[in-house]
């Protein structure tokens, strides 16, 4: 029996996800994405929940989107998956909770706007990232990059295709600590208490109120990302010119 891609574990306030696919770098396939749905769902009902954290195992958080079978694929398949992944993004930016990211080792495409979409962003040992999607006509995750970092700073990252070092992803605020191995769990613990300080209702008011202060929420905001990832991924021949970027990237 295989190992399920996604390991879920709770700890009294505390909720653990961890991406389980260290031999894909934890790229996000369609069975992963719909674990993370379920699980956030799930979260979003969850009275006691004070802490949801993210991590991947093995050497990286989370490399993207899964084309290892893209030859398989076709448009109507690839907007299908890119169109969960925006909803699971939603879901999990929007949690009345506290959400902590754990990046480490390359952080890549819908990765790190898995990573973005947390509300407490922390690089483990070193981790690199990028948002390549632009490079083939995706606009995913957009909107929630500028809340975090401004808008200019997404305009570059997002048009340059650059990779982003630790210590630029925390001097822009995309990454707003950086700890060590060992720290981590003392860090980590200080932080649940933080957010478990006040009564559940009183911190998800709180985490409703930030989050409806930074950009429209909701029925407007969740639905204008949708919709201009959905006009994006539409356009045809989406396999194509994720075929040719790739084969772009192999070739530098």
């Known amino acids: 029996m295989s190992a399920p891609e996604l390991l879920i574990a709770r700890e009294g306030a505390l909720l653990h996800l961890r991406l389980n696919r260290p031999d894909k770098g934890n ?34 958080f989370c490399t993207g989107f899964d084309l290892s079978n893209l030859d398989a694929e076709t448009d109507e398949t690839l907007l299908a998956r890119f169109t969960r992944v925006e909803w699971m ?10 959400t902590l990211a754990l990046a480490h080792g390359r952080t890549m495409g819908a990765g790190a706007d898995l990573f973005a979409a947390c509300s407490e962003r922390w690089i483990v040992g070193d981790a690199s990232f990028a948002f390549p999607g632009a490079g083939f006509g995706l606009v995913l995750g957009t909107a929630r990059l500028a809340d975090t970092v401004g ?3 997404a305009s570059r990252w997002l048009e340059g295709g650059e990779t982003i070092d ?5 001097a ?14 003392r860090e980590q613990d200080a932080l649940l208490k933080r957010v478990s300080r006040l009564e559940a209702h009183t911190q998800r008011a709180i985490h409703a109120a930030i989050g409806a202060r930074r950009r429209p929420r909701g029925d407007v905001g969740d639905a204008q990302d ?20 790739r084969a772009a990237q192999r070739a530098r």
Not at 37 to 56: I, N
Not at 89 to 98: D, E, K, V
């Open 27 to 60: 790229a996000l396939s369609a069975q992963l994405v719909a674990a993370l749905q379920a699980a956030l769902d799930d979260a979003a009902q969850d009275g006691g929940l004070r802490l949801l954290v993210l991590s991947g195992a093995g050497k990286h």
């Open 89 to 98: 993004l939603q879901t999990l930016n929007r949690l009345p909770c506290a």
């Open 151 to 153: 808008a200019a700073q």
């Open 166 to 170: 630790a210590a630029n992803a925390c």
């Open 172 to 185: 822009s605020g995309l990454a707003l600590h950086q700890v060590d191995d060992a720290a981590l769990p």
């Open 226 to 245: 949708l919709a201009r990832l959905v006009a994006s991924a539409a356009r045809p021949g989406l396999q194509e010119r994720i075929a040719a970027y």
